[in-house]
């Protein structure tokens, strides 16, 4: 072997493993983004737990906690498919700095209305709603905009699970600092370290280098550019499928989270470290599946994990309604929260490797109606079932429609990976002919 040969095996080798798992983050754009959002993401967490905590201590009613969660996700629901359309029109960097500006703004004033004790249930009801109105806007211009962050396109599902791994080192840290924050200092303190945080992402934003291409001078109505993005999520089955099933997974195991205060207290008979112990469990868990999808080299795969995701996730849950014990509550939250996000992250994937650019604003939309939209009916269900047959059995009904939505899934993915060859084969993914056996193997690994 020579000299130069030796050189290049070992770069490769080099490129594998842990370094490769990192790969996007050599873009100066991606890196900067990862920064801001790590430390905005900590914030944001804290400020989740602590709002579900302030909550259930003013109130001590499941059926209210099921309330503000429904208030501050229905905005979502409501306006992110015309948010979309918003998103494919405007500079989508200048869209998130307002959102994390307004946001910030909102964080601010819950902890102002917290820390002078004039906080009720009503404000934060109204606060959180703002926040879901925010959001409407922020999360599919985030989804959006991952692909400018990016330097080269192979990388956007390492990108992905990247942002996943951030928002898991993030669930895993800040519901366990909320904890320390609300039992020492109270709950406004963390509204007050979240409403700081935005600044960072605000930073990180304005220090992009981003060219983005010019695009033409949209023409088209509002409403028929919401047709033609509806039209083309409803026609295209692999995508239409994994939004249905993510509907059904959101509206029966996301709002989990709302129910947390309920188990910590009166289930586990702790406090707030219980809470924090629970939630860090779940991004444990979270983290772990964002990692295995970081070391990933190709989205060919990723259909498959996500009824094997699900079936995980419901599993989970059902298991930790029937624990009373806090270290079998926790090993039953590591499996939940890597169901959760390996479905999220591969389905993620797969949806923006497939859309077309001038449509991702208003598939991102979607994706963001079906992932978070949804959690406000969820929430509000979750609220009154806890209300009416105890949080344990609540959470044993949401894990088993979550493992019967993964089954369904699993009976549809044949279809998925027929009609989704074609767009993997026109993106340079697959070969565009191949011979019979190698057509079958791709058939069987591509999703």
Same mark, same amino acid.
């Given at each position: 072997?020579?000299?130069?040969?030796?050189?290049?095996?070992?770069?490769?080798?080099?490129?594998?493993?842990?370094?490769? &798992?990192?790969?996007?983050?050599?873009?100066?754009?991606?890196?900067?983004?990862?920064? %801001?959002?790590?430390?905005?993401?900590?914030?944001?967490?804290?400020?989740?737990?602590?709002?579900?905590?302030?909550?259930?201590?003013?109130?001590?009613?499941?059926?209210?906690?099921?309330?503000?969660?429904?208030?501050?996700?229905?905005?979502?629901?409501?306006?992110?498919?015309?948010?979309?359309?918003?998103?494919?029109?405007?500079?989508?960097?200048?869209?998130?700095?307002?959102?994390?500006?307004? &946001?910030? %703004?909102?964080?601010?004033?819950?902890?102002?209305?917290?820390?002078?004790?004039?906080?009720?249930?009503?404000?934060?009801?109204?606060?959180?709603?703002?926040?879901?109105?925010?959001?409407?806007?922020?999360?599919?211009?985030?989804?959006?905009?991952?692909?400018?962050?990016?330097?080269?396109?192979?990388?956007?599902?390492?990108?992905?699970?990247?942002?996943?791994?951030?928002?898991? @080192?993030?669930?895993?840290?800040?519901?366990?600092?909320?904890?320390?924050?609300?039992?020492?200092?109270?709950?406004?303190?963390?509204?007050?370290?979240?409403?700081?945080?935005?600044?960072?992402?605000?930073?990180?934003?304005?220090?992009?280098?981003? #060219?983005?291409?010019? %695009?033409?001078?949209?023409?088209?109505?509002?409403?028929?550019?919401?047709?033609?993005?509806?039209?083309?999520?409803?026609?295209?089955?692999?995508?239409?499928?994994?939004?249905?099933?993510?509907?059904?997974?959101?509206?029966?195991?996301?709002?989990?989270?709302?129910?947390?205060?309920?188990?910590?207290?009166? @289930?586990? #008979?702790?406090?707030? #470290?219980?809470?924090?112990?629970?939630?860090?469990?779940?991004?444990?868990?979270?983290?772990?599946?964002?990692?295995?999808?970081?070391?990933?080299?190709?989205?060919?795969?990723? %259909?498959?994990?996500?009824?094997? &995701?699900?079936?995980?996730?419901?599993?989970?849950?059902?298991?930790?309604?029937?624990?009373?014990?806090?270290?079998?509550?926790?090993?039953?939250?590591?499996?939940?929260?890597?169901?959760?996000?390996?479905?999220?992250?591969?389905?993620?994937?797969?949806?923006?490797? @497939?859309?077309?650019?001038?449509?991702?604003?208003?598939?991102?939309?979607?994706?963001?109606?079906?992932?978070?939209?949804?959690?406000?009916?969820?929430?509000?269900?979750?609220?009154?079932?806890?209300?009416?047959?105890?949080?344990? #059995?609540?959470?044993?009904?949401?894990?088993?429609?979550?493992?019967?939505?993964?089954?369904?899934?699993?009976?549809?993915?044949?279809?998925?990976? &027929?009609?989704?060859?074609?767009?993997?084969?026109?993106?340079?993914?697959?070969?565009?002919?191949?011979?019979?056996?190698?057509?079958?193997?791709?058939?069987?690994?591509?999703?």
């Amino acid at each position: 072997m020579t000299e130069n040969t030796r050189a290049k095996s070992s770069a490769r080798a080099r490129s594998t493993g842990i370094s490769h &798992a990192w790969r996007a983050l050599r873009g100066r754009n991606f890196r900067l983004f990862f920064i %801001g959002q790590s430390i905005s993401l900590v914030g944001t967490w804290m400020t989740r737990v602590a709002t579900s905590w302030l909550v259930y201590r003013l109130t001590g009613s499941a059926l209210l906690l099921g309330i503000v969660g429904f208030a501050g996700q229905i905005p979502t629901f409501l306006l992110a498919s015309f948010a979309g359309v918003w998103i494919d029109r405007l500079e989508r960097r200048r869209v998130l700095v307002w959102t994390q500006a307004l &946001a910030a %703004g909102q964080s601010l004033a819950l902890a102002a209305l917290t820390l002078s004790r004039r906080i009720t249930v009503w404000e934060i009801f109204v606060l959180s709603a703002l926040q879901g109105l925010i959001n409407a806007f922020d999360m599919p211009a985030r989804q959006a905009f991952l692909v400018q962050m990016v330097d080269d396109r192979k990388d956007l599902g390492n990108a992905i699970a990247i942002n996943s791994s951030m928002v898991n @080192v993030a669930r895993l840290v800040g519901p366990s600092l909320a904890g320390l924050v609300i039992a020492g200092f109270g709950e406004g303190y963390c509204f007050l370290a979240d409403g700081l945080s935005y600044f960072a992402v605000i930073a990180s934003l304005l220090m992009m280098r981003i #060219h983005a291409p010019a %695009g033409e001078r949209v023409r088209a109505s509002v409403a028929k550019q919401l047709r033609e993005g509806w039209t083309y999520v409803a026609g295209f089955a692999p995508v239409r499928t994994i939004l249905l099933y993510f509907a059904l997974t959101s509206l029966m195991g996301m709002p989990y989270v709302v129910l947390m205060p309920i188990f910590a207290v009166d @289930v586990l #008979h702790g406090g707030p #470290h219980t809470l924090g112990f629970l939630m860090g469990a779940s991004g444990v868990g979270a983290l772990i599946s964002a990692f295995s999808l970081a070391v990933r080299k190709t989205v060919l795969g990723l %259909g498959k994990m996500i009824p094997i &995701a699900g079936l995980s996730f419901g599993l989970g849950l059902i298991l930790f309604g029937l624990s009373r014990t806090l270290w079998i509550s926790m090993a039953m939250m590591l499996l939940v929260g890597f169901g959760m996000m390996q479905g999220m992250a591969a389905s993620n994937t797969i949806i923006q490797t @497939v859309a077309p650019e001038d449509r991702r604003g208003r598939v991102m939309s979607f994706y963001t109606m079906a992932f978070v939209g949804m959690a406000p009916f969820g929430s509000l269900l979750a609220g009154s079932l806890a209300h009416w047959v105890g949080a344990p #059995h609540t959470m044993m009904i949401t894990g088993g429609a979550v493992a019967l939505g993964a089954l369904w899934f699993l009976s549809r993915l044949k279809m998925i990976r &027929a009609q989704i060859r074609p767009r993997y084969q026109e993106l340079g993914i697959l070969p565009a002919t191949l011979g019979p056996t190698l057509n079958r193997m791709a058939a069987e690994s591509e999703s």
